[in-house]
């Protein structure tokens, strides 16, 4: 079956250290995301990724980094700058064709120790 | 840029009653609003969408409702069951190459048996 598949489930980070969360999708999609949820409110963008070894900044990139050196795989790293990392994370991916939905794994939740 | 505002936060209904759920947005140009269910400790998924040329989509006992005009779209579920409690997201976006989505900021539907 095709989706997306986001490890760990879950993650915990030390002070002062950067923690890398992993996404790969089997949909041959082009576009990828990274989201943050926190409790009870929407989905933040992070960043986003169009096409291979491209990405932005969506609307919280302080303290985050990406990369995409292949089409399937879109890895977040939540560096020590981030103050406040305790949060859900979403990747998501699309096709990049009109009107076509994001499909979302099943997320990682990081929390600090 | 596009603002999604979604309304009521909280909804407790009772089994085999309507649920009801409102978005609106703020850019006329978004032309694309699907509809997302997040369960406990997983990513969204997708339920319903609908484009800017319908006016009603339907699948089973989930509908949504758009009125351009008044910028607003509407999540209809007939003869909710538990399993319907979850998260409801909705989401606006631009029909083009790059869309990203602006997502609202949920609602927690409770169906009581």
């Known amino acids: 079956d095709g989706g997306i598949t986001q490890s760990p489930k879950y993650l915990f980070r030390k002070e002062g250290q950067n923690v890398t969360l992993s996404c790969e999708q089997n949909?041959?999609?082009?576009?990828m995301y990274w989201y943050r949820q926190d409790p009870g409110q929407g989905l933040r963008l992070i960043y986003y990724?169009?096409?291979?070894?491209?990405?932005q900044k969506g609307d919280i990139a302080e303290g985050y980094s990406v990369s995409r050196e292949k089409k399937e795989s879109f890895p977040l790293t939540v560096t020590s700058a981030q103050k406040n990392p305790t949060a859900f994370y979403l990747c998501?991916?699309?096709?990049?064709?009109?009107?076509?939905?994001?499909?979302f794994g099943d997320g990682t939740r990081l929390s600090i120790l | 840029g596009e603002n999604v505002e979604q309304h009521p936060s909280t909804l407790s209904v009772q089994e085999g009653d309507s649920a009801v759920i409102k978005c609106t947005y703020s850019?006329?140009?978004?032309?694309?609003f699907p509809w997302y269910k997040q369960e406990l400790g997983k990513g969204p998924q997708l339920i319903i969408d609908?484009?800017?040329?319908?006016g009603e989509k339907k699948d089973q006992r989930i509908a949504v409702t758009l009125n351009k005009t008044a910028k607003h779209f509407s999540l209809h579920i007939t003869e909710t069951q538990p399993e319907d409690s979850a998260v409801y997201f909705c989401?606006?976006?631009?029909?083009?190459?790059?869309?990203?989505?602006?997502f609202g900021p949920g609602t927690r539907l409770s169906v009581l048996p």
């Open positions: 609908i484009r800017s040329n319908v």
């Open positions: 990724s169009q096409i291979v070894n491209d990405f």
């Open positions: 850019d006329s140009a978004s032309n694309y």
């Open positions: 949909l041959n999609h082009d576009a």
């Open positions: 998501a991916s699309r096709r990049e064709v009109s009107n076509q939905p994001q499909h």
């Open positions: 989401a606006a976006s631009m029909a083009d190459y790059g869309q990203n989505f602006v």
